[in-house]
């Protein structure tokens, strides 16, 4: 979390670059959620672990739809195999990736400050999915004009699935990161929060905010003029960071080339050697 300008962005950036070095595309599958309408993630659309980028909330209600699915695919796998984790799996000599899930500015999805009775539009394309959720169903006496869906109730069912995965993914190898210019109790629910194990916090505006994200006010004293200084909290355990500075124009770079290497025949002997 933190204030615009902050670092947070570049933050995202050189973490997802580093990951995409470290972990091969067969290992890792990177799915994001980008609610700037796709610009905050741009760079990243062809990079060969990103299997989809979500720019509005019913690409992201889809997408958080499919990653729960595959979580339950897992246990299903993992309870069949009589194991507990996707490490053990994996030593049986069973194949699956790691997933990423990335939600950039988190608030965007929150039901807070949406009436009970507003109606959205939403595209064509997801009739069935809308449907299937009865999101377009009113009453016999007031059924919902066509095209319309219910917010609320779907912005609701999206932080619900993000809940279920905070809670319950991680062992079967589903990892999230969650970015947000407002950390504040509506946005990330105490429930939701008690399941991150890891949080970085830039800048923030007031104590309050803070203290959301970290239990201390240490981010709102923050130096102001530092853009990347930070501080990441493991556990009850606090370091001041400075975030490494990469511009868009090097993350285009480094994707360039990691897609080239990947394409390489004898990639993945590079690969396992390190």
Known sequence: GGQTGGGKSVFIRQALVSLMYKVSPEDLHI????????LEF???RNAPHVKGIARDVFEALETLIEVEKE??????????????????YRNLGYYLPSILLGIDEFAELSADGIGSNELWDYPPEFEDLISSLGFNEGTKQKPLPPGKCKAKD??????????RL??????IGIHLFIATQRPDAKVLPGQSKQNI???????VRNKINSDILLGSPVAAELPPDIAGRGILQVGNLMTEIQVPFISGKQVKEHLEYLKGYYKRDDWLDDYLSV
């Not at 799915?31 to 796709?38: A, T």
């Not at 979580?71 to 053990?88: K, P």
């Not at 194990?197 to 800048?203: E, G, H, L, N």
Request: proline fraction near 2%; hydrophobic fraction near 50%.
């Open 42 to 44: 741009q760079l990243f």
């Open 166 to 171: 905070l809670r319950l993914a991680r062992a």
């Open 71 to 88: 979580m339950e695919r897992r246990f299903e796998l993992l309870y069949e195999a009589g194991v507990e984790n996707i490490y053990e």
């Open 197 to 203: 194990p890891v949080t970085v916090a830039f800048r």
């Open 31 to 38: 799915y994001l959620v980008d609610l700037k309408g796709g």
């Open 154 to 163: 779907m912005m609701e069912y999206i932080h619900t699935i993000v809940s």
